[in-house]
């Protein structure tokens, strides 16, 4: 799972790390984000690579009511090509979800809490969640939204929980954006990163 994670950086520096001029959008750091907020995205719109706000929860296009239906904030990423849910997202509307770090809880023997553990990219540059994003409309209700995709975990991660999101390479970036790369390609993708991308600090 990936349930929570951070984004300590303003829209100036993330649009300069995905060569996007954020123009008058705006969001404050945020050390703690949630399901159901608004967050930035990266995402191509008409050709143009945007950052755009969206709910964090899928709302698929072709739901009768959102609040009837599961809003998922995660979306596994072997099957999610499959899933009448989010198959038509992950063939064409892939988006990157900014992150500095993200968080995973770990149980521990004998300790009743568990231990949160802070993930980060090893050289301190922002982690490129691998994202699906949504648009829905009703009238004149709309939601924009998005989902991380989630995979078996790399060794680092496997010793604190059986899933991690996928991670894309920097090289991959434009790629994984782009509508017109084939499904297959975007199934690859979607491996675990090496452990020696990321490092895990327990809070």
């Known amino acids: ?20 001029e954020p123009g008058d959008l705006e969001f404050a750091p945020n050390a703690d ?3 159901t907020t608004s967050n930035p995205v990266v995402l191509v719109h008409d050709g143009v690579r945007r950052i ?20 998922p904030f995660n979306a596994v990423s072997e099957t999610a090509p499959d899933k009448p849910f989010f198959r038509s997202a992950f063939r064409r509307r892939r ?9 995973e809880w770990k149980a521990e023997a004998g300790v009743k809490r568990k231990t949160k553990y802070r993930i980060a990219r090893a ?3 922002l982690i490129s969640l691998a994202g699906l994003h949504e648009y829905w409309q009703q ?4 939601i924009a939204s998005y989902t991380v995709l989630t995979t078996q975990p790399n060794e680092l991660m496997a010793a604190v929980h059986n899933r991690m999101p996928v991670i894309i390479g920097d090289g991959e970036i434009d790629a994984w954006l782009a509508p017109e790369t084939r499904l297959e390609s975007a199934r690859a993708m979607c491996m675990p990163c090496p452990s020696d991308w990321l490092v895990a600090v327990s809070q």
């Open 123 to 125: 050289d301190g540059e």
């Open 33 to 35: 984000v949630r399901p």
């Open 139 to 142: 009238d004149e209700r709309e």
């Open 52 to 71: 755009e706000l969206r709910r964090w929860g899928f709302v698929p296009s072709w739901a009768k009511d959102p609040k009837a239906i599961s809003n």
């Open 1 to 20: 799972m990936c349930g929570r994670y951070e984004l300590n950086e303003t829209p100036a520096r993330v649009g300069a790390r995905y060569r996007i």
């Open 95 to 103: 988006c990157i979800v900014p992150a500095t770090a993200f968080f």
